[in-house]
């Protein structure tokens, strides 16, 4: 589950990691009360107006700009809430604005220079361990660093048996060139930052910038937080943040049904059981000439009403020209799934797209007959490679 950089910064805060300070707001109004507030609590002269969505490289699409005066602020909150932002990771689409975080300024002038760096937790799944990445070269896209100058990026392996070390936390210290104070607010900032990690349960927490300000306070500018979904029955507060205005509203009424849904750019629609049976079922589609539009995995109960709603979340995109269902019947007998198929069929209606259907498994010569002798503008298949043709014939018509 994605969080905003507003709630990333809450949860940040509370495990004692120090952040730039911040108040969200959904109207202008609320923005203007929000930096009267900061001003007198932080004494921030000047305030940073950010678009608070799911993406990254806002400040590219203009979701981030800073206010020198209460008009200006106005003025800024005015154009941010409720754009259309359009940023390297939204696609040309790009994503409404519902609300955005009124900031203090924290690259105040001062005896030294302020500097950023970048700071990533999250598990290398190669290793099996948690890693601490992090590089100097903080406020630019990671991907960037990593193609041209791979070897500004420092790794730090944390043993599970022991977790975090002193010692480690004073090398990524060392590492981002630090001395005196910055050093040691460093490491208190990297302990901290990986008890968050650990305590929220997430699968990555990723500050970018990391910033040194120029009186050596090192603090959190910005905050991208994945949770971990499976972990979120432990941490209700958490799950309780779950914005799903910026999640796929398909996706959203799928998960409702229990239905592992995935929206994808194709014109044939699956319905499988089994994420590796749905994954080999794309790999079909595409060699057939068609393109899978999304992944639907019903679970091993693919019961009348749950084939029903698979059925009407698929329906949902026009853009899909056939219907693809590849049940291989373990659990499941694909007698039950074939006669939920023609229940379905008939408690929906009309469907306007060619339906193909291959069952394997328990019952499945059975299941094809239900399916011929249904009366009902159905294709049976039995083999993978009649699955294929079939296919591949009707996205042709």
């Not at 406020?139 to 048996?161: C, N």
Request: net charge negative.
């Amino acid at each position: 589950m994605n969080l905003h950089e507003y709630q990333g910064k809450e949860i940040l805060k509370s495990f004692g990691v120090a952040i730039q300070e911040g108040i969200v707001a959904e109207t202008v109004d609320q923005a203007v009360d929000a930096a009267k507030k900061l001003q007198v609590d932080t004494g921030t002269p000047m305030w940073v107006v950010k678009a608070q969505i799911h993406a990254g490289g806002r400040g590219k699409g203009g979701g981030v700009k800073l206010a020198k005066t209460m008009d200006d602020l106005k003025e800024k909150a005015n154009d941010i809430i409720g754009m259309q932002l359009v940023t390297p990771q939204t696609g040309p689409q790009g994503k409404k604005v519902n609300k955005v975080l009124i900031a203090q300024d924290v690259y105040y002038p001062g005896e030294n220079e302020p500097d950023e760096y970048y700071m990533g937790v999250l598990l290398d799944r190669n290793t099996g361990r948690n890693i601490i990445m992090y590089s100097t070269e903080g406020g630019m896209d990671i991907e960037e660093v990593a193609d041209k100058t791979p070897e500004k990026i420092h790794k730090e392996e944390i043993d599970p048996a022991v977790g975090l070390q002193g010692f480690q936390a004073r090398k990524i210290a060392y590492n981002l060139g630090l001395s005196g104070k910055a050093f040691k607010e460093m490491c208190k900032f990297v302990a901290a930052l990986y008890k968050a990690y650990e305590g929220t349960d997430a699968s990555m927490f990723e500050i970018n910038p990391v910033l040194k300000t120029s009186d050596d306070k090192i603090i959190a500018v910005d905050s991208k937080v994945n949770l971990d979904d499976n972990a979120l029955y432990r941490h209700p507060d958490y799950a309780a943040m779950r914005d799903i205005t910026e999640e796929d509203p398909t996706e959203v009424e799928a998960g409702k049904h229990n239905l592992n849904f995935v929206n994808l750019d194709g014109n044939v629609g699956c319905m499988v059981n089994g994420a590796g049976l749905a994954m080999a079922t794309m790999d079909i589609i595409k060699l057939a000439g068609g393109e899978p539009a999304n992944f639907l995995d019903v679970g091993g109960t693919a019961d009348a009403a749950r084939v029903e709603q698979a059925f009407r979340i698929i329906l949902k995109d026009p853009a899909v020209k056939a219907i693809l269902i590849n049940i291989f019947g373990g659990i499941v007998r694909c007698d039950r799934v074939a006669q939920g198929v023609v229940d379905a069929y008939k408690n929906i209606g009309d469907i306007p797209v060619p339906i193909i259907v291959r069952l394997q498994g328990t019952n499945a010569v059975e299941a094809k007959e239900i399916i011929d002798n249904s009366g009902l503008e159905v294709h049976s298949a039995i083999l993978l490679k009649e699955a294929a043709d079939l296919v591949g014939k009707v996205i042709k018509n």
